[in-house]
């Protein structure tokens, strides 16, 4: 089982619509989560970081995180073309901060 | 400030040969690390470094070695490169172990 699944996609959304990207992870003691988005031929580039239940806000993205369900979620509001990428989910693990487990990526296609 | 900075950008080496991904950051962090991404498995970590003198097997170490030379450089070495060792490879920083980590822009290895 891996530690941490994401739907491969593609998920296709219109512009100005909003993006819904799941992430599930298996250690139920997992302390930490990030979501990173990564364009083509480019590096993972942190979006945001989310440690406790509940919902964080940063402009047009919100992280949402449920460790009962052991399930964190990304929304992006009014998305653009521009947020066309993959975008990658990481937790770490319980008692080893050191180890980020990364989900293979769900790939973002927001139409004109 | 660069952030995390990789050489070489692009490499190619024939089976056996043996080369140094050198990684360097400016941002004063504690811990840095080393993965691999290939299709459709995401990012896997090979070696991590949590502090200055550290060194620790990640996911997937075989084949490679590491050294933390300061508290700014970290390197990756392949003793004796194989085709399976063909990916991207990406080093990264973070303040210290459990936080959010920053990418440099890559290596592209191609092993023939």
């Known amino acids: 089982q891996k530690e941490v699944e994401q739907n491969s996609g593609p998920l296709s959304v219109p512009e100005g619509a909003i993006a819904s990207l799941n992430c599930t992870y298996s250690?139920?003691?997992?302390?930490?989560f990030f979501w990173y988005r990564q364009y083509s031929g480019k590096s993972p580039e942190l979006i945001m970081f989310i440690y406790s239940n509940g919902d964080k806000e940063d402009g047009r993205f919100t992280a949402q995180l449920n460790k009962a369900s052991q399930y964190v979620s990304l929304l992006i509001r009014d998305s653009q073309p521009s947020d066309s990428a993959t975008y990658l989910c990481?937790?770490?693990?319980?008692?080893?901060?050191?180890?980020?487990?990364f989900g293979s990526g769900t790939k973002l296609n927001v139409k004109p | 400030n660069a952030g995390v900075t990789q050489t070489p950008k692009f490499q190619v080496l024939k089976t056996g040969q043996s080369m140094t991904l050198q990684c360097a950051q400016d941002m004063n962090h504690n811990s840095m690390y080393w993965y691999r991404q290939d299709p459709g498995m995401g990012l896997r970590l090979i070696y991590y470094?949590?502090?200055?003198?550290?060194?620790d097997k990640g996911e997937v170490p075989n084949g490679y070695n590491v050294s933390r030379l300061n508290k700014r450089e970290f390197s990756l070495r392949l003793e004796s490169a194989a085709p399976s060792q063909t990916s991207v490879y990406f080093c990264?920083?973070?303040?210290?172990?459990?936080?959010?980590?920053?990418f440099g822009p890559g290596t592209r290895l191609t092993v023939t």
């Open positions: 250690d139920r003691g997992s302390q930490s």
């Open positions: 470094s949590a502090s200055e003198g550290t060194t």
């Open positions: 990481a937790v770490t693990t319980d008692g080893d901060f050191n180890k980020f487990y």
């Open positions: 990264a920083s973070s303040k210290d172990r459990g936080y959010e980590q920053y």
